[in-house]
């Protein structure tokens, strides 16, 4: 995982890192703005002791399941929870809504799986997630990403220049 120090995480929990307070079976659509996502109308925040990472975190009521990024983000990694029986598929999408990567993941049996998936790559604007099976219930538990490097602006740019081109042009005269 290349994760730096500088990643973002939002746990998808009431209260928590940005996130507005919740109650389980809320709709989820912009609790969690001032952190950076959103969610689309049919997803919802649970709380069910069966999510081993915190108990915590956002299904749907139907497919896809959706999160999108305030602005396209770096490197994201996902904690999700599948019910037994459940098979799962999660892709991600940039700003024009282009297939970057795609993962499935399957609970079989009677046990519930928690996981990490890592997606590398830039740019990444949305999140869908789907679920089919038995239970079919997919949930994501946590978010972490890298947000891109501020790129300086052209005036920015432009002074630091003028700057070292001032230094570096009394440094010569002081050295005549």
């Not at 709709?27 to 709380?47: E, R």
């Not at 079989?108 to 038995?134: P, R």
């Not at 005036?155 to 003028?162: D, P």
Request: hydrophobic share 45%; aromatic share 10%; charged share 10%.
């Amino acid at each position: 995982m290349s994760l730096n120090a500088f990643a973002t995480t939002i746990a998808f929990e009431s209260g928590v890192g940005g996130c507005g307070v919740m109650n389980s079976g809320d709709t989820f659509i912009n609790q969690c703005v001032g952190a950076g996502v959103t969610g689309a109308a049919n997803d919802y925040f649970y709380v069910d002791a069966r999510d081993t990472f915190d108990g915590q975190g956002i299904s749907s009521h139907s497919d896809p399941g959706q999160l999108f990024f305030a602005a396209p983000v770096n490197n994201l990694s996902i904690d999700y929870v599948l019910l037994p029986g459940t098979n799962a598929t999660f892709n991600i999408y940039d700003a024009a809504h282009t297939l970057l990567a795609t993962f499935a993941a399957s609970a079989g049996g009677a046990a519930v799986v928690d996981a990490s998936h890592f997606f590398g790559g830039t740019g990444i604007a949305e999140l869908d997630f789907f679920s089919g099976g038995g239970n079919g219930v997919t949930g994501i538990s946590t978010v972490t990403f890298n947000s891109p490097a501020a790129v300086p602006e052209p005036a920015t740019l432009t002074l630091v220049g003028g700057a070292l081109a001032g230094l570096a042009w009394k440094r010569r005269r002081r050295n005549r």
